[in-house]
C-alpha cells in the first residue's frame, strides 16, 4: 500500500513539474525578454542620482581671500604708577580699549572708528599673521565715526587691501560677513543679510547713513568690514542696538559710500572740513502740531532754533520755518537734510525753499567751516527736543 502511494506521489509531482516547465518555454519573446529585464534590474547597482544644491552659499572662499587685510587695533594709554612716597613716577602703557580694522591700500592705510582710535597715547595692530605694528593716526572724522591708521609694511612686502563695493549695488536681503575681533576674539567671522539701507536718526553720530545687518555684532566688532559675497566692502561695523545689554540682531555699518569718501579726503588732506547751515532741526515726529492736517507739512525739516553768529542768523532764518526744498529738491526730513549739507564743502551757495506762515520763500546761503566739534558744545543736545544740529 506504501509503494502505490509512493508511485501516484511521484507520478503527480512529475506531471506538475512537466506543466511548469511547458508554462515557462511557452512564454512570447517579448514577454521572456520583459522578464529577464526585470530580473537584471533588482542584481544591478542603482544609478548614482545627484544631490540637489545647497540653497546656503559657500563664504570660505571670500573668508579666506578677505581675513590677511583684517587687522586688531589695541588702543594703548599711558598711566602713572608709583611705589613709595617721593619716588619718581613710572609710566606704563596699558591696553584701554580694542577694536577692528582692515587695509585699504597695499602701503598700510587702514580703516578702522574714530572711537576704536580716539584718546589713544599709542595704537597697536596685529595682523592676521600675529604681527604687531606701531601705528601713526592720519586722520580722524568724528562726525562720521571714522579714522584712518598707517603702519609701515616690512621691507619689500605689500598688505593684502580690500576694495569697496559700489553702493547702488547693495540690497535688502543679500548676504554679509562680518569680520572682527569681538570680545578680543581675534578675526571671528559671523554672517546673515542686510537688513536695512540708507539708516539715518539712529542717534550715534551726526552724519548718518547705515547699513543694518543681523549679522552678530559684538564689542570689538567696531572699525572692522561688512562684506558682500565678493568680499568687497558695504560697511564698516560701528555700533550695535542692544536695549537689554546684548546682541538682539540689529547692527549698523557706516555706508561704503560714506567710508570711501572719508577715507580718500583724510589720507590726501588728513583732516575733513564739514560745513553747516548753524540751525537745530526737529525730528520728523515733531513736523506738525497737534492737529494739523497740511499735508504739505509732512515733509521737510523744521527749525527748532538758530545758533548765534552763523550762516543761518545771518541769512534771517527763524524758529519754526520749515525749509521744504534744497537745490530745488523736496526735502523729506531733517536727518536728510543734515546729510546732504554735510556732503557738501564749506564755501557752497545753496538754494533753499522755506516754509513760512504758509507762504513759500526762496533764498540762496553760502555754507561756512563748521567750528571745530561744534555739535558736541550745544549743551545737552538730546534733552532739548532731541534736537539734531545741522
Given amino acids: 500500500m506504501k509503494s502505490v502511494f509512493n508511485t501516484l506521489f511521484s507520478i503527480l509531482a512529475g506531471g506538475c513539474a512537466a506543466l511548469l516547465a511547458l508554462k515557462f518555454v511557452s512564454r512570447l519573446p517579448e514577454e521572456q525578454e520583459d522578464y529577464q529585464t526585470k530580473m537584471r534590474s533588482y542584481t544591478e547597482p542603482l544609478e548614482q542620482v545627484p544631490a540637489p544644491a545647497s540653497a546656503w552659499p559657500d563664504f570660505t572662499g571670500t573668508i579666506e581671500r578677505a581675513m590677511p587685510a583684517v587687522v586688531c587695533i589695541s588702543n594703548q594709554r599711558i598711566v602713572p604708577s608709583r611705589r613709595g612716597w617721593g619716588r619718581p613716577a613710572q609710566y606704563y602703557e596699558v591696553p584701554a580699549g580694542q577694536g577692528s580694522g582692515f587695509f585699504i591700500r597695499e602701503d598700510g592705510y587702514i580703516l578702522t572708528n574714530y ?19 606701531h601705528a601713526d593716526l592720519v586722520g580722524a572724522d568724528p562726525t562720521s565715526d571714522l579714522a584712518v591708521l598707517k603702519i609701515e609694511p616690512p621691507k619689500g612686502k605689500k598688505f593684502m587691501a580690500l576694495t569697496f563695493a559700489n553702493p547702488k549695488n547693495i540690497r535688502l536681503g543679500q548676504w554679509t560677513i562680518a569680520i572682527g575681533a569681538p570680545f578680543s576674539l581675534e578675526h571671528s567671522v559671523t554672517a546673515g543679510i542686510v537688513s536695512g539701507v540708507q539708516r539715518s536718526g539712529v542717534g550715534v553720530n551726526l552724519y548718518e547713513n547705515y547699513i543694518q545687518t543681523d549679522a552678530s555684532i559684538n564689542p570689538g566688532n567696531s572699525g572692522g568690514p561688512l562684506l558682500n559675497t565678493a568680499g568687497d566692502v558695504i560697511g564698516v561695523n560701528d555700533c550695535i542696538l542692544a536695549p537689554s545689554g546684548g546682541n538682539i540682531g540689529i547692527a549698523f555699518a557706516v555706508s561704503a559710500e560714506i567710508a570711501k569718501a572719508v577715507a580718500d579726503t583724510l589720507i590726501e588732506h588728513g583732516e575733513i572740513v564739514r560745513p553747516w547751515l548753524g540751525i537745530m532741526g526737529a525730528p520728523p515726529s515733531q513736523r506738525r502740531s497737534p492737529g494739523e492736517e497740511n499735508e504739505d507739512l509732512q515733509k521737510g525739516a523744521v527749525i527748532s532754533g538758530i545758533i548765534q553768529d552763523s550762516p543761518a542768523a545771518r541769512l534771517g532764518l527763524r524758529d519754526g520755518d520749515v525749509i521744504v526744498k534744497l537745490d530745488g529738491v523736496d526735502v523729506n526730513d531733517t536727518y536728510e537734510l543734515r546729510n546732504r549739507i554735510l556732503s557738501l564743502d564749506p564755501g557752497t551757495i545753496i538754494k533753499i525753499t522755506v516754509l513760512r506762515r504758509n507762504l513759500l520763500h526762496e533764498t540762496s546761503v553760502k555754507l ?16 532739548v527736543n532731541d534736537a539734531i544740529p545741522l
Avoid: K, Q
Wanted: glycine content about 6%; hydrophobic content about 40%.
Fill in 368 to 383: 561756512e567751516r563748521a567750528p571745530t566739534n561744534w555739535f558736541r558744545s550745544i549743551p545737552r543736545i538730546a534733552a
Fill in 115 to 133: 572711537h576704536v582710535a580716539s584718546g589713544a597715547n599709542a595704537l597697536l595692530v596685529t595682523d592676521n599673521e600675529g604681527r604687531e605694528y
